[in-house]
């Protein structure tokens, strides 16, 4: 039931979410240059690795010695709003097409913290990642790595169709007030490493 609602949400919307992606993309193109698209492999369902598509947003700026500069440096105005705003997002609908993703789920993250994942954190990969989820509606960036992780394991332990439905209303409004997008002091979320922290009843 849930893949199909993904399906039938994403192609039935598509008349709106089409001409979007297709003036942001050239949004991009000229404030940005190519490649339009980032892509990234992302660990999904059991940890299987798929291709993330999303919009870029940070240039390629580098030092002399041919190193990328900070994230801080290299996220333009330009690539903030599309972040704050969620538009950098809307490619991932082609990642929900081809069932890479679901529209609520943990968000996908990055393959080398599958390896420091505890038994606990490694449950949110028992259902497919999410263009939206828990996380995102209740603090997003703002979260620590710890509370994001329980929020993750959560949804994997409560998920249903409804809850699915709430999710995806709250994220509207997280994304018209434009909350949590940032860590604190930071442009993007600082690196996942392994803690020894202990939330509800569990060790993250």
Do not use: C
Not at 20 to 38: D, E, N, Q, Y
């Amino acid at each position: 039931m849930k893949r199909t609602f993904d399906l039938l949400a994403t192609v039935l919307t598509a008349p709106l979410w089409l001409p979007l992606l297709a003036v942001v993309a050239v949004f991009v193109r000229v404030k940005l240059g190519s490649p339009v698209l980032f892509r990234q492999k992302r660990p999904g369902l059991n940890g299987e690795i798929f291709e993330l598509l999303k919009f870029r947003t940070m240039t390629d700026a580098r030092d002399a010695e041919g190193r990328l500069l900070p994230d801080a440096v290299r996220l333009t105005p330009f690539g903030q709003m599309l972040r704050s705003t969620s538009l950098d997002e809307l490619p991932e609908l082609f990642n929900i097409l081809r069932g890479d993703m679901s529209l609520v789920g943990p968000r996908p993250l990055l393959v080398q913290y599958l390896e420091r994942y505890n038994a606990r954190q490694a449950r949110r990969h028992e259902v497919r990642p999410g263009l939206t989820g828990l996380v995102q509606v209740k603090g997003r960036n703002a979260l620590s790595w710890d509370e994001k992780f329980e929020w993750d394991v959560r949804y994997v332990e409560t998920r249903s169709f409804w809850l699915d439905l709430k999710i995806l209303l709250l994220t509207l409004k997280t994304v018209l007030f434009r909350e949590g997008i940032n860590a604190a002091g930071a442009a993007t979320m600082p690196e996942f490493k392994p803690t020894d922290t202990w939330v509800g009843g569990g060790r993250l």
